[in-house]
């Protein structure tokens, strides 16, 4: 009998079981289904391994190039390498043809090489490169550019290759900048590398490992493999906007290469504002207007321009700025802005608030809180004492009467 219960038990829990997946599984199966639907029906995209390189002369280039199918929907792409520079052939190549289409199943991505073979005698500078990109209906495309930049031999270490992806940074002067170098060491042997910069005078340049916080002056790279450093770069905070060159030396013994790479600043954009005074309070009557100055200066080191202004003030009241805005002002310059507060008509006496808002470029702004009370004209207070007046009087006249009868 026991044992005759215990089967039965099994049996009952795995027919549940059963049951159980029965119901979950298509579950499952309709959420992965939706998970998939998420894909556009078409899309898609070309990108390389770098969009900018160095190479020594009469050095190719040598790159891949992925081709990615980011919808649902099978696409045969067309491409075409659009921009080539004088002096050198370009070419898309697969293992044993040279393309210019290729299908591309929905979600998917296949990869062709880019290749590049300067002329002899190929000079020193910058040549871009552009592959372009599209869908056989012409609905989608994508483009891809390449800059490859040729240096003097003499600048060029044969074991050391130097990329980056993005020589030139911009931003304000307050600003920290990294740039990302991605140093080769294409000899056979593991080698250590020092690190040494050029910057203009007070520019802070630190050299510190991918994604780490540490700075360092030298690493070791194994032969044949790649090791990516970061270069940190701090302006002064009295720098003024401008392009400023810093040159990065990466030498193995008598071996150097070196990145070039590119700070612009645009300066710091910065605004004050007050009354020439001081004071942060005015006086006013109920429906009248009351002028006040308002100075606006710029305490940054770029040209401010398009400064407007705003205000924040209690419910049917007028404030109004004379100009309207300003149009530009040079770092360190003051302008005076004529400001006219009308409280309204049936304002009680009291204290209000107002915020008076300057606005400029660069997310740069100035708030300015003034107090102002409320006062009743002095005619008012005449008109009352004359009422008194009159009351008194009148109440002298009828006790005046009243006595004489």
Known sequence: MVRESLFRGNLLTLTIGALICLLVLPAALTAQEKEKDTRPERGMAIYTEYSGIFVGPGEAVRMELTVENKGKTDENIALKISAIPKGWKASLKAPNYTVNAMPVPGGKTKTLTFSAEP?????????????????????????????????????????????????????????????????????????????????PPKWEVNFKPAYEQKQISSFRVKGGQSQTVAVEVTPPKDATAANFPITVWIASGEKKAEAKLTVILTGIYKLDAGTPTGLLSLEAFAGKPAIMS????????????????????????????????????????????????????????????????????????????????????????????????????????????????
């Open 119 to 199: 002329d002899k005698g190929i000079k020193p500078g910058s040549y871009p490169f552009q592959i372009d990109a599209q869908t056989e209906d012409g609905k989608f495309s994508s483009s891809q550019k390449i800059n490859v930049t040729v240096r003097e031999k003499s600048e060029i270490a044969d074991e050391i290759l130097v990329t980056t992806s993005y020589p030139v940074l911009q931003g304000q002067t307050d600003a920290r900048f990294e740039f990302s170098l991605e140093v080769t060491n294409k000899s056979e042997s593991d080698k250590n590398f020092n690190l040494s910069a050029q910057a």
């Open 294 to 405: 308002l100075f606006v200066k710029n305490n940054g080191s770029a040209v401010n321009r398009n400064i407007n202004f705003s205000s924040f003030k209690p419910e049917n009241w007028k404030v109004e700025f004379k100009p309207e805005k300003i149009d530009a002002l040079e770092p360190g310059a003051l302008k005076q802005v004529e400001i006219t507060i009308s409280p309204f008509g049936q304002a009680l006496v009291g204290d209000y608030s107002v915020a008076l808002s300057v606005d400029g470029e660069k997310g740069s702004s100035k708030t300015v809180e003034m107090r102002v009370s409320v006062k009743t004209s002095a005619a008012w207070g005449w008109i009352g004492i004359i009422i008194i007046v009159a009351v008194i009087a009148g109440l002298g006249g009828i006790f005046y009467w009243l006595g004489r009868r």
